[in-house]
Nanobody, 123 residues
């Protein structure tokens, strides 16, 4: 069992930055692939970025070059650094974990989810 707590959301102006955190606890969190997803009102939840247990990363095309995912094994935490934010990045952001996997873009493939953190980008 893995527990995830995501945090770091807030209100920011366009072209600003935020860093989201996903703190993991429980069995073998370091061996889980962690993904970030987001869901805007009226939209489906969509993949943003993922990092494997070995550090391999993958990004949605819409965030490449602007967002960076990383993990600190000592702190059991995965970060999503978001730069050059746009109003269309506004959504609730969720982290999710899946055991020992390549980066996966599918919502249903992840077993554990955080509670979500709101990111609002004003124009």
């Amino acid at each position: 069992q893995v527990q995830l707590v995501d945090s770091g959301g807030g209100l920011v102006q366009a072209w600003g930055s935020l860093r989201l955190s996903c703190a993991g606890s429980g069995r073998a969190f370091s061996r889980h692939t962690v993904g970030w997803f987001r869901q805007a009102p009226g939209e489906e939840r969509e993949f943003v970025a993922a990092i494997t247990w070995s550090g391999a990363t993958d990004y949605a095309d819409s965030v490449k070059g602007r967002f960076t995912i990383s993990r600190d094994a000592a702190k059991n935490t995965v970060y999503l650094q978001m730069n050059s934010l746009k109003p269309e990045d506004t959504a609730v952001y969720y982290c999710a974990a899946r055991y020992y996997s390549d980066p996966v873009h599918t919502v249903g493939a992840y077993d554990y989810w955080g509670q979500g953190t709101q990111v609002t980008v004003s124009s």
